[in-house]
T-cell receptor, first 112, second 113 residues
Framework: DQQVKQNSPSLSVQEGRISILNCDYTNSMFDYFLWYKKYPAEGPTFLISISSIKDKNEDGRFTVFLNKSAKHLSLHIVPSQPGDSAVYFCAASVAWGQNFVFGPGTRLSVLP | NAGVTQTPKFQVLKTGQSMTLQCAQDMNHNSMYWYRQDPGMGLRLIYYSASEGTTDKGEVPNGYNVSRLNKREFSLRLESAAPSQTSVYFC????????????FGPGTRLTVL
């Protein structure tokens, strides 16, 4: 049973619009969350993180929102650009420095 | 500064054959990791090494062994490959166990026939 779920395998968005990628988790002990971005034939690269003491973290065009009561987080990309087309993985751990559990990923396509 | 390098990029094995996947990092990181990625699933941790001289099992260690050869290098060995080990393997490193600092290599695509 997957502890970290990304229920949308793929998402298409027009350039300039907002992309919203969702992630749900089942383990209430998860306390620290990451988003990674992966291009084809490359390894994942770290994008943004959030810990449970916050409900929002922003870095440029990327914002992550955390709703602990709903066990849900989302990544917002505004405005979306064609170079954002990639697979996005959500990951969670029970504490900083502990092993991460990854979701299956969502493939984002930003259309020009 | 190459970051994390993995060799080989591609490999095809027959069932029962053995091989070692190599990983090296030049960032002076303490921690290193091996993951596998399968279709429809996220990255799953096979083994990790929190620091030079230590290794620990991750989520899916069966069928694998690892060696932290020195601070730079962390190898993954398949002693007797099985078709279920067909996957893409990623090595990663981080300065400590904190997840936000994990840097990944480009991956090795392994097919076991």
């Amino acid at each position: 049973d997957q502890q970290v779920k990304q229920n949308s395998p793929s998402l298409s968005v027009q350039e300039g619009r907002i992309s919203i990628l969702n992630c749900d988790y089942t383990n209430s002990m998860f306390d620290y969350f990451l988003w990674y971005k992966k291009y084809p034939a490359e390894g994942p690269t770290f994008l943004i993180s959030i810990s449970s003491i916050k409900d929002k973290n922003e870095d440029g065009r990327f914002t992550v929102f955390l709703n602990k009561s709903a066990k849900h987080l989302s990544l917002h990309i505004v405005p979306s650009q064609p170079g954002d087309s990639a697979v996005y993985f959500c990951a969670a751990s029970v504490a900083w420095g502990q092993n991460f559990v990854f979701g299956p990923g969502t493939r984002l396509s930003v259309l020009p | 500064n190459a970051g994390v390098t993995q060799t080989p990029k591609f490999q095809v094995l027959k069932t029962g054959q053995s091989m070692t996947l190599q990983c090296a990092q030049d960032m002076n990181h303490n921690s290193m990791y091996w993951y596998r990625q399968d279709p429809g699933m996220g990255l799953r941790l096979i083994y990790y090494s929190a620091s030079e001289g230590t290794t620990d099992k991750g989520e899916v260690p069966n069928g694998y062994n690892v060696s932290r050869l020195n601070k730079r290098e962390f190898s993954l060995r398949l002693e007797s490959a099985a078709p279920s080990q067909t996957s893409v393997y990623f090595c990663a490193s981080s300065i400590d166990r904190g997840g936000s600092s994990q840097f990944f290599g480009p991956g090795t695509r392994l097919t076991v026939l």
